[in-house]
């Protein structure tokens, strides 16, 4: 996934934050094998955004974001895993989701963002709805490599 091949594609946004541990731990890793661990992830990114005080609907924003790409790794990309990271910028609470998966691959990136771009029986709003939702969103590919989204939302106060 080096961005330094013709063959790669990076598509990102991304926002200067430290990982501030707290004293319980504040990066946790799911695999994401089945349709179970599909709801585990959404579990543990709904009570993330709890402990970090994001309002009702950030909370459904990231989980829905989430949940989209958790899918996307198990469908398109034979499984991975999701990481969630705790983050603190200026006072302001954050969560950044890292989604990785050792599938095929993403072609074409920016179709892939775009709306209406699908490659199974969906509508098409799946990974540029997942940005939308998110403040920030990196997404790295490289067909034959995997594909790896990290994408971070901060908590409006």
Known sequence: MSSARNSDHAVGLATAARHVPDAEGSTSVHQVRTEED???VRHAVRAATVQ????????????????ELARNAYIHGGGGTVTIDCLMSRDTAGLRLTITDDGPGIADV???????????????????????LMNDFELRSAPGQGTTVIATRWASR
């Open 52 to 67: 970090a005080g994001f309002s009702i609907v950030d909370q459904t924003r990231v989980v829905t974001a989430a949940s």
């Open 38 to 40: 599909l709801l585990t």
């Open 110 to 132: 920016g179709a892939a963002l775009a709306d209406g771009f699908t490659t199974g029986a969906g509508l098409g709003h799946g990974l540029g709805g997942a940005r939308r």
